[in-house]
């Protein structure tokens, strides 16, 4: 019952307004803004109807309003303005939206979208023609008309033309691989949403579309599922037989129909614990190709210092060559970083900050998603190493130039503005230096000498340096403590020293290590 409440809650949501997403450096902002979209044009048909109607960029219009509507409403398949006809291909948002005139409706073919909570609360319509132009139907569309009460009531869901409108039922198993779907060729948005107890599902066999979100799938980047699906089963055309979802995220021989299934779909289904199973064992295959054991838990697992850092610089470098793709698409942002794992689609800062937190959790490593205090327009982690914590920020892994790995505070609120804080609102302190051996604010000749000696005995029983000591050794974060980390630390020193006037005061602004590293020696953790 909470998840079909909570899946109605979402649907009043819709009535408020859509939620539009604006970017900033691969971060991403929400603002509401009103139901309606802005109507460009009006135009009143031969019944004395009035729509209201924008032009889009392919020159079709969208129908987002109307007045004076008939009981017998037929929809127009052209409008007028100015003299110019423009085909109407869709229905915005809350159009017909609580209206108690239309009892019949006519959908003319060359409609094809509908958009969220058309004629929702519609309760007086009873018959709808026509329709079979539609591929694609906005959450909520009919809800509590007498037409959509109608059709659930007679057999447990309804539908439009070929398009899923919706489907409830108590039933754990719904299969909808017999003829009686075979009509069934596109689900709308928010279709199942009222399917609590669904387990196993099996999709119509001429299925060619599903809409966004059937299942309200908004909690979908939790770290719990909120669907208990646990088998899906859709039908694979070049096979001729039906496949199972969970068997081909995992399959690395995937054929050209399910890579795109997977590619497109798997975030729709991303809140169901099938494609949890499936992203947590995928990610346990990344952890064997790292050499990193998988741990499920981040306590006791006995690791030292320079062992967490060690995994925490593996999992950077692998995120970093397998998931470049930094593309802000239209949308802000992916939907869920776990179908990252499966498909080719670019990210943003939040879906590399969300999977490296995932990745380290399940290797044992204490790792957090946190955003910038102060306009949460940017998202990295912070991940503890001993009993210090480093930020670290997998977005920068696509700019060979700037590195946001084990990087202090006062280099990241210099360089990418940001401060921390995590969904909690705990705020992190940073501020442990790499090559700072001796802890105390300065990157010197005595930390050179320090790393050299540290090198010299790291594997001796008579080592007198800390696990975390050793981590700040590492430089160049390259994975290994040398004789290079100390000639770079002597490099830099003679290099800061060049900057200073006879005063002994920097003539430019202070040059961080990682300054001098990634934009004076072109170093870069990625290689």
Request: hydrophobic share 35%.
């Amino acid at each position: 019952m909470f998840k079909k409440i909570a899946a109605f809650c979402l649907a009043s949501l819709f009535a408020a307004g859509p939620i539009i997403t604006s970017t900033n450096s691969g971060a991403t902002t929400s603002f509401c803004i009103s139901a309606y979209a802005a109507s460009d044009y009006s135009y009143k048909d031969n019944y004395g109807v009035t729509y209201t109607f924008t032009v889009n960029a392919d020159q079709k219009a969208t129908l987002t309003g109307l007045s004076n509507a008939k009981a017998n409403l037929v929809l127009p398949s052209t409008v007028k303005a100015n003299g110019v006809s423009y085909t109407v291909t869709a229905l915005g948002n809350n159009f017909g939206k609580k209206n108690n005139t239309v009892k019949k409706l006519t959908i003319p073919a060359s409609i094809t979208t509908l958009g969220d909570m058309c004629f929702w609360l519609a309760k007086n319509l009873e018959t709808i023609n026509n329709g079979s132009g539609l591929t694609d139907v906005g959450s909520a569309a009919f809800y509590s008309s007498k037409w959509r009460t109608n059709q659930e009531n007679q057999r447990g869901y309804s539908t439009l033309g070929k398009v899923l409108i919706s489907y409830e039922t108590s039933d754990t198993t719904l299969n909808m691989s017999t003829s009686t779907y075979n009509n069934i060729e596109y689900i709308a948005n928010g279709a199942m949403s009222f399917m609590e107890d669904l387990k196993y599902l099996t999709l119509p066999r001429n299925l060619k579309k599903i809409g966004k979100d059937i299942l309200y799938s908004i909690s979908a980047t939790t770290s719990s599922p909120s669907s208990d699906i646990e088998v899906i089963k859709f039908y694979d055309p070049t096979l001729k037989r039906y496949v199972d979802f969970y068997d081909v995220c995992m399959s690395k021989n995937r054929n050209q129909f399910q890579q795109a299934f997977i590619q497109d779909y798997f975030d729709t289904f991303a809140c169901t614990k099938v494609a949890f199973k499936a992203a947590e064992e995928y990610a346990k295959g990344i952890l064997q190709e790292c050499d990193i054991t998988y741990k499920g838990t981040l306590e006791n697992t006995g690791y030292t210092a320079l062992e967490e850092y060690q995994i925490a610089r593996k999992l950077y470098v692998y995120i970093g060559k397998n998931f470049q793709n930094y593309v802000l698409r239209e949308d802000g942002g992916a939907k869920n970083f776990r179908s990252n794992f499966f498909t080719n689609r670019g990210i943003v800062c939040g879906d590399y900050a969300k999977m490296y937190e995932y990745l380290c959790n399940l290797a044992g490593i204490n790792c957090k998603y946190v955003e910038t205090i102060k306009d949460e327009r940017h998202a990295f982690n912070v991940v503890k190493i001993g009993d210090s914590w480093f930020n670290a920020d997998c977005c920068w892994t696509w700019n060979w130039g700037l590195s946001c790995f084990m990087t202090p505070d006062s280099i990241m609120e210099n360089d990418v503005i940001c401060h921390t804080k995590d969904q909690e609102y705990k705020q992190y302190d940073c501020s442990t230096t790499m090559g700072d051996i001796n802890f105390d604010g300065n990157i010197n000749v005595i930390d050179a000498s320090l790393i050299m000696d540290a090198y010299a005995t790291m594997e001796s029983s008579d080592c007198e340096y800390s696990s975390l000591q050793l981590v700040l050794c590492d430089v160049n974060r390259d994975g290994q403590i040398n004789a290079t980390d100390a000639s770079l630390v002597l490099a830099y020193y003679s290099y800061a020293a060049s900057l200073r006037d006879s005063n002994g005061n920097y003539v430019t602004e202070w040059p961080s290590m990682e300054y001098y590293l990634y934009n004076v020696r072109g170093y870069s953790i990625i290689l």
